[in-house]
């Protein structure tokens, strides 16, 4: 019996091997080999994530500049910090999984950005918070399930950062309650409450 052309060498072997490990559902990741197929809804984590941080990061860029108020400053600070690790982690797992993530936001965060865009004082900061609240909300209905059902490498991620979306969601409620309406002191403030 004639035996295959493929391990008729060690060479001819390991080009086959690595033709199915590559072709297959693995790829080779610095020397391991990394299961590419992933539940959609790991993948769908994945993008949503990537998506909330880059809006969370835009949104923050533009409380930084608009708001006169320190603590909405220091509150969109960290989210920039913190987004963008949370970000850059999460492209390079996205990478490893040879999970393609957005690299700009979804027209929805966009439109959102718009009317931050637009609007200044009162409006600004209670909008922003709000915004922050309701982000990070949403995000932790997402990340908490991840934590829990995610696919192994997946989950380590979730959990290892679902601290960051919690603390900001703790801070935004705290700067929601600290701020009172005689913090605003920008001349549209004085017709909000009217």
């Not at 931050?116 to 915004?131: E, L, S, V, Y």
């Not at 399930?145 to 900001?168: N, Y």
């Not at 969601?169 to 701020?179: C, K, M």
Request: aromatic share 4%.
């Amino acid at each position: 019996m004639k035996r295959p052309a493929y391990t008729s060498s060690p060479v001819g072997l390991a080009v086959a091997v690595l033709t199915i490990l590559l072709t297959g559902n693995f790829v080779l990741t610095a020397g391991k080999a990394v299961a590419t197929d992933l539940p959609e809804s790991d993948k769908d984590f994945m993008v949503n994530a990537a998506e909330y941080s880059m809006a969370e990061i835009q949104l923050s860029q533009i409380a930084v500049q608009r708001s006169t108020i320190p603590e909405i400053k220091s509150l969109a600070n960290l989210l920039i910090t913190d987004h963008t690790k949370l970000l850059n982690s999460l492209r390079q797992l996205g990478a490893q999984r040879n999970v393609a993530l957005p690299v700009d936001i979804n027209s929805g965060h966009r439109s959102t950005l718009a009317k931050m865009q637009a609007m200044n004082g009162m409006r600004f900061n209670r909008t922003f918070i709000n915004q922050v609240i309701d982000d990070q909300t949403k995000l932790g209905k997402v990340w908490l399930p991840e934590s829990r059902e995610g696919t192994h490498d997946i989950r380590v991620w979730a959990i290892s950062t679902i601290s960051a979306v919690q603390r900001h969601l703790g801070l935004a409620h705290d700067v929601a309650r600290d701020i009172e309406p005689g913090e605003y002191n920008s001349v549209d403030d004085a017709n909000v409450n009217k």
